[in-house]
């Protein structure tokens, strides 16, 4: 155990580099993140507190180098802490479940803006393989007078999606245990949903991602999708024309160099007008289609 006094500023730059060494992405921000989640205080608090060279207990020190240790070996920093930011959420997250992106946020504001535009008092949308149910519950907590249905098959990720959606509180949020390549899975809402929306499996099955913690601690069920990475997005295709009205909205996220297939893919099933379009650094995430 740690006795010699270590100050908190000290503490932050000895974890900073410690994750850079280990080439860890953001490696000042993730150390101030482990700090606040060890002392239960903000990244500002984090940041402050090394300002007025505040001392840190011991035990902190500890526990942080610990956990940075972990996050050195690139394990998520969210499966240290055990949630995820999701737009407004907090998502609990850990093995088994995919950990939402940042870029995937950008692609649930196409749904969202549908629903909000959408001409029922009561819009209905499509979550297929929800995961952690962030896309989801994000549809029913920004548009509240939406119903959304989400889809997850996964044994190892359906504990985090229940606890998400009891922890979401939105009462206008359905889980349904199924495959969204079932073609009975919600037949109810056959011809009725405005919106059908998801980032299914897209990585080819021969393909290495190329972080260590998409490829060491991922699941694979949540990002192999064949040996082109499409065999769910076409899945996801046959299943959305099922659910959708004339004139609703697919929405699908994928590889950045996968959106000239997935067009062709959906205008052979039908879809039209389909287009891609760039993520906030440019790169091709998304791809929407209306239903004829």
């Known amino acids: 155990m740690n006795t010699t006094p270590v100050t908190i500023r000290a503490l932050l730059s000895e974890v900073t580099a410690q994750l850079s060494a280990a080439d860890v992405p953001t490696p000042g921000i993730d150390a101030a993140l482990l700090i ?158 405005d919106v059908v929306i998801s980032n299914p499996p897209y990585v080819p099955d021969e393909a290495i991602p190329r972080d260590p913690e998409v490829r060491l601690f991922d699941p694979a069920m949540a990002l192999y999708g064949g040996p082109d990475g499409l065999d769910l997005v076409r899945a996801l295709s046959r299943t959305a024309l099922r659910l959708a009205h004339p004139g609703a909205l697919l929405v699908i996220e994928h590889g950045e160099l996968q959106g000239e297939a997935i067009r062709a893919l959906l205008a052979a099933d039908g879809w039209r007008a389909a287009s891609t379009h760039p993520d906030l650094t440019g790169r091709d995430r998304a791809t929407t289609a209306l239903r004829p």
């Open 36 to 193: 606040g989640f060890v002392t239960d205080a903000s990244r500002g608090r984090v940041q402050a507190m090394a300002l007025t060279d505040a001392q840190a207990e011991a035990s902190i020190v500890d526990r942080v180098r610990e956990l940075a240790a972990r996050r050195a070996a690139r394990e998520p920093l969210q499966h240290i802490t055990g949630t995820a930011a999701f737009r407004s959420l907090e998502l609990a997250v850990g093995p088994g479940v995919f950990v939402p992106r940042p870029e995937t946020e950008h692609v649930a504001q196409f749904a969202i803006d549908a629903l909000r535009q959408a001409a029922s008092p009561e819009p209905l949308a499509v979550d297929l393989g929800s995961g952690s149910g962030a896309i989801a519950l994000s549809l029913a907590v920004e548009v509240p007078h939406a119903r959304v249905f989400a889809v997850e098959k996964s044994p190892e990720a359906l504990p985090w999606t229940r606890r998400n959606f009891a922890a979401s509180g939105a009462a206008n949020a359905t889980l349904i245990e199924g495959d969204l390549a079932d073609p009975a899975v919600l037949s109810q809402l056959d011809g009725r949903v």
